[in-house]
């Protein structure tokens, strides 16, 4: 594949619900190490971690990893994304949330494939079977509802589509969302222009704007990836997740 994407991992210190978390440590190494060593695997262009404080920024270059500061005043992790690809000539910008530690090199390649195999759409991202009931109502697990060609048509913190009892469909399945966006160079730009829109600012997910705003998403369906690191308590989840095999 190509090497034609910039990878960035924003990678926010002062999470409002866990701060500090992309530097709490997992298995041995902090959660922001294993969201970039899957980055890197990927193999799909270079790789950026984007923060807003020195601790991060010195960890990863501790590392080796190549890091930059971006503006504390960025209102989300697409902002800091955007602000550390100014000037790249990449086609693809891959947004990488830092609290995804077990981000697969598999998953962005897949992803990636499925954008650029849809040339009617502007941002990718993927999804997975939701395997637990108990998801199904969480809201902090985003679901997603598709088309049969696998583009977006609404991400929910409910569960959607709405399974009713006299549907002739028994046993669809719901999707999880997986928390990173592959963008067109062009996109981007234009995305972060966009003012927050109503169904946003509803549900607190960014992703509605492009929607609402006629940007297409293609959706690519992948395995199920471990958890993300939202609460203090998701690192003992991670490590569960861990000793069961990864």
């Known amino acids: 594949m190509d090497k034609n994407c910039l990878i960035v991992i924003p990678a926010r210190y002062g999470s409002q619900r866990f701060p500090g978390k992309v530097l709490s440590p997992l298995a041995g190494k902090p959660v922001i190490q294993w969201c970039w060593e899957a980055a890197v695997k990927a193999g799909l262009g270079d790789v950026t971690i984007a923060t807003e404080h020195e601790a991060v920024l010195s960890f990863a270059r501790s590392i080796g990893a190549r890091a930059v500061m971006t503006s504390s005043r960025c209102q989300s992790g697409t902002d800091r994304v955007y602000e550390a ?22 998953t962005l390649k897949k992803a990636c494939k499925k954008l650029k195999d849809s040339p009617d759409c502007q941002i990718g991202t993927a999804c997975t079977r939701i395997q637990e009931a108990k998801d199904i109502e969480n809201p902090n697990c985003v679901k997603v509802a598709m088309n049969k060609g696998g583009r977006a048509l609404y991400f929910s913190r409910c569960a959607i589509p709405f399974h009713h009892q006299l549907s002739d469909l028994k046993g669809y399945p719901y999707y999880k969302h997986c928390g990173f966006y592959i963008y067109r160079r062009e996109a981007l730009k234009r995305f972060v222009k966009l003012k927050p829109s109503p169904l ?3 549900e607190r ?22 958890p993300a690191i939202d609460v203090p308590e998701d690192l003992k989840a991670a490590e569960i997740f861990l000793a069961r095999g990864r």
Request: zero cysteines; hydrophobic letters at 45%.
């Open 85 to 106: 690809s100014r000037g790249t000539r990449a086609e693809f910008i891959i947004n990488i949330q830092g609290d995804e530690p077990f981000m697969t090199a598999a």
């Open 200 to 202: 946003e600012r509803l």
């Open 205 to 226: 997910l960014e992703q509605l704007r492009a929607l609402e705003n006629g940007m297409n998403i293609s959706v690519a369906e992948v395995p199920p990836l471990g």
